[in-house]
Each structure stands twice: as C-alpha cells, then as structure tokens.
C-alpha cells in the first residue's frame, strides 16, 4: 500500500509535480520580467523550456530555460525593448481613446471600439516573437520581420493568439494577486505552445529538435 502511495508514477505525485513546474517557472519569468529589459528573455526562455521539455515530457526543463536564457539574451533584450514601447504606446493610445469614448460622441465611441480589434492583432504579432526566437536563429530586424509574416500566414493562429495573450495582459492588469502572476506566465506558455508548433512543425521537419534556419512562410492564409 505504502508503495503504491510513495510512487513517483502515482497520478497524485504526477500532478504535484505539474503543480511545482507551473510555480515554479512562472517564478523565474517573473524575475526576469520584473527587471523590464528581462522581459524579452525571459519569454523566450519559458516558452523554449515548455515546448521542449515540458509540454513533450523531455527532462532538463531548468537547464533548458537558463540556457536558453544566455543563449537568446543579445536578440530578446532589444526584442524586448520594442515590445515593450509597443506596449507603452497602445496603453498611451487607450487612455486618449477611453476619455474620449466617455464624452459621449459616437465616432470617437467607434474609434475606441477599434481600438480593442487593433489592439488584438497587436497581441497577436507580438506572442510570435520570442517563441520564434526559441527555435530559430535571427538578428533583432530579421525576427520582427518573420515574426509578421508568419503572424500574415496564419491569421487564425493569430487572432487565438492575439485572444489569449490580450486576456493574459488584462487579467494580470486587472487582478494583481499574486495567485494570478503564479499561474497566467505558464499557463499563457503551455496554450501558446499548443498553437505554434503547430506553426512551426513544418520548418522544423527533418531537422530534428536543432535550431532551425530561418522561416520563410507562404503566403496562403489558413
């Protein structure tokens, strides 16, 4: 009986171990990102770790995460940095909007509605970045362009995408507990990842779990 409880295979340790990982690694994001110029490879780090290790059950996820951390910092950091003046002009942009909206007038009203489409496919294009970035080798101009183009190539993807991580961002906004910022980073990974390997399966065949080059999508949209 003992045996069967003390098992690691046990479904009640399986689960306290997911439990762990999701802490655990939401924790490390958060370090990272705390610092604002850590934001960039700190999101790379963590989906690269997901996609590699723990969403394919592969051991050495804290290795691959710090790793991945070193080895991507020179092109997430300044990555990083432009998301994040992106991030700052689109909430600039929604407090001009949101007040205008409140006096009542029907096209500024409509320019606020818009807002939140465009708001949307920013998220979308954005949640490209640093996940390319974690299978493929660019330069900071070269990832922002293949970043877009794969974010025009599949714009259901994208909008999923944009879905998610704009929810992400306003929950965390929204609710600063601290429950919420020990889940959401891991949670916005795991389900990221379920769309993008997807995404990514094609450029990555036949080369194995390697770094690939760099993507080069069609033009056809999904």
């Known amino acids: 009986m003992l045996n069967k409880i003390f098992n690691p295979e046990n479904g009640f340790w399986k689960l306290l ?16 990102a705390v610092t604002l110029v850590g934001l960039g490879p700190g999101t ?3 989906y690269d770790a997901m996609a590699h290790c723990l969403r394919k059950g592969k051991p050495g996820g804290y290795l691959r995460f ?7 910092f ?19 942009l ?46 900071v101009g070269g990832l922002l362009a293949a970043s877009v183009k794969l974010a025009l190539a599949h714009p259901l993807t994208t909008l999923l995408l944009g879905l998610l991580t704009g929810g992400c961002i306003l929950l965390c906004v929204e609710f600063w507990m601290w429950m919420v910022w020990l889940v959401l980073p891991y949670v916005w990974a795991w389900l990221a990842s379920l769309l993008l390997e997807r995404v990514f399966r094609p450029f990555m065949e036949g080369q194995g779990e390697a770094e690939g080059a760099a993507p080069e999508p069609d033009d056809e949209e999904e």
Do not use: E
């Not at 020179?74 to 600039?92: F, S, Y």
């Not at 009203?109 to 493929?136: D, E, K, N, Q, T």
């Open 17 to 32: 171990g997911i439990l762990a990982d999701v802490l655990a690694f939401s924790v490390l994001w958060l370090l990272c």
């Open 44 to 46: 790379t780090a963590l």
């Open 94 to 139: 929604h407090g001009a909007l949101y007040a205008g909206a409140l006096t009542g007038d029907q096209t500024l009203f409509l320019c606020y509605a818009a807002y939140w489409v465009f708001f949307v496919v920013v998220c979308g294009i954005a949640a490209y970045i640093f996940p390319v970035l974690s299978r493929f080798t660019f330069g």
């Open 74 to 92: 020179k092109v997430a950091l300044p990555a990083g940095l432009v998301v994040l003046a992106a991030g700052w002009g689109m909430g600039k």
């Open 66 to 72: 710090w790793t991945s951390l070193k080895d991507n």
